[in-house]
C-alpha cells in the first residue's frame, strides 16, 4: 500500500541521531516522518539502559534508559508522524524524483528526502550455537543486561571477552554471589582500566574456552549447569548458574542500503560514504550517526548530534534554495516564545 502524504524529509531510525534530525527538521519547518524497526525510539542506547552516559555535551551523567526519554520528548517537539515495528526493505526514487521507501509490510513510504540514521543497521545479538538454547531465552539465557537488579545474589557466567562483556561483568560483580567470565582467546580485547578492574576482583576467569554444553534443571525449563571446556588442556568443568549471559557482538543487517538500486556509495563493508556535512553520493539522501563515515568523523552521540543538524540543513536548502543556511538557535528563535513562556510560568510557580 502507497502512503499518499509526500513528507519533506523521511528519517530511517529512531537512535540518538534519528531522533536529533527530527527535532532539528521540526525547526527548520520540514513536514517530518521517523521509521524505526524497533517497537520502541532509542535505538542501540537500549542495550544499555542502565549504563551511565558522561559524554554527552552539557548533559551531567544520565542512565540510557533517561536519555531515550529525554531524546524522544525532544524529538516529538513538532509532532512529526512516527511509525513503529517497519522495516524498510527497500529504497529507490520515482518518475516524480521522489524518494519511494518500501517496508516488509508491503508499505511504500513518499518522500523528498531521506536521512539515513540506522546506526550499524539493524542489529541482531549473535547467538550461541547450542542445538536447543533458544528455549531458555524466556527464563535465564541473555543476550542483553536490561535490569542489574535481576541478577542481585546470582550466580553468573558470562561469555564474551569484548568491552559490553566485560563492562557487564564490572558492573555484575560486585552484587552477584559469584561470577564466571568464559573467553575463547587468552586475554580480552576492551578498554585498558575495564579490564584491569575485572582482572582484579573475585570474578572467576576461564581464558581459552567455550561453553560446550548447557544443562537444564528437571523441570527443563532454565539453565542449571554449563559445560566449560578449556582447548589449552582439554579438561571440561561444570560450573553451575543461575544466569548465562552471551555477549558475542551483533550482526548488522543493511541489506536495503547495499542493494539499494540508487547504487548508494558504501565503504568498509558497512559504512554509507558521505561528507563532512552529512551528504552521500545521491542527492536528497543524508547520512547521520554511525552509518556516516567521512574523514574527521566523531563516533559519539554528541557527533551524531552534528550530523543529524548537518542532514536536515542540506535538505533544507535542497527543498528551499533561499532558506538559511542553518536554523536559528532556540534562544533566539520565534517558534520556542510561547513554550518558553510556559516553562518560566511553571518554574516560578515552583519557587
Known amino acids: 500500500m502507497q502512503h499518499l502524504d509526500i513528507t519533506d524529509v523521511t528519517i530511517v531510525g529512531g537512535g540518538p541521531a534519528g531522533l536529533y534530525a527530527s527535532f532539528y527538521s521540526g525547526m527548520r519547518d520540514l513536514s517530518t516522518r521517523i521509521i524505526e524497526y524497533q517497537p520502541k525510539l532509542g535505538g542501540k542506547v537500549h542495550v ?190 561444570e560450573v553451575k548458574t543461575d544466569a548465562l549471559i552471551i555477549s558475542y557482538g551483533y550482526e548488522r543487517e543493511l541489506t536495503f542500503i547495499k542493494e539499494s538500486p540508487l547504487n548508494i556509495e558504501i565503504e568498509r563493508d558497512f559504512f554509507v560514504k558521505g561528507t563532512s556535512k552529512s551528504a552521500t553520493s545521491i542527492e536528497g539522501l543524508y547520512a547521520a550517526g554511525d552509518i556516516l563515515s567521512f574523514d574527521g568523523k566523531v563516533h559519539l552521540i554528541a557527533g551524531a548530534f552534528v550530523d543529524a543538524a548537518n542532514a536536515v540543513n542540506q535538505a533544507k536548502l535542497l527543498l528551499e534554495p533561499d532558506a538559511t543556511a542553518k536554523a536559528r538557535v532556540s534562544s533566539h528563535n520565534d517558534k520556542f516564545n510561547s513554550r518558553n513562556k510556559a516553562l518560566l510560568r511553571h518554574l516560578y510557580q515552583k519557587s
Do not use: C
Not at 153 to 161: A, E, L
Open 48 to 237: 544499555y539502559p542502565e549504563k551511565m552516559i558522561w559524554d554527552v555535551g552539557g548533559l551531567t551523567p544520565v542512565t540510557g534508559a533517561t536519555l531515550i526519554d529525554q531524546m524522544a520528548e525532544q524529538a516529538l517537539t513538532f509532532d512529526p508522524e512516527v511509525i513503529l515495528n517497519e522495516k524498510v526493505t527497500k529504497i529507490e526514487k520515482n518518475e516524480d524524483n521522489l524518494f519511494v521507501l518500501t517496508s516488509h509490510s508491503g508499505n511504500q513510504y513518499l518522500s523528498k528526502t531521506v536521512i539515513l540514521a540506522v546506526g550499524g543497521g539493524i542489529l541482531n545479538p549473535i547467538k550461541i550455537d547450542i542445538e536447543g538454547a533458544d528455549r531458555f531465552e524466556v527464563t535465564n539465557l541473555h543476550y542483553t543486561v536490561q535490569s542489574l537488579e535481576h541478577f542481585k545474589n546470582k550466580n553468573i557466567i558470562i561469555s564474551g571477552g569484548g568491552n559490553s562483556a566485560i563492562d557487564w561483568a564490572n558492573e555484575l560483580e560486585p552484587i552477584a554471589k559469584q561470577l564466571h567470565m568464559v573467553h575463547r582467546k587468552n586475554e580480552f580485547t576492551g578498554h585498558e582500566a575495564h579490564i584491569s578492574q575485572i582482572m582484579n576482583s573475585t570474578a572467576n576467569i576461564h581464558f581459552n574456552s567455550t561453553i560446550e554444553k548447557l544443562h537444564a534443571n528437571a523441570q527443563g525449563d532454565q539453565i542449571e549447569a554449563v559445560e566449560i571446556r578449556n582447548h589449552e588442556t582439554n579438561q571440561e568443568e
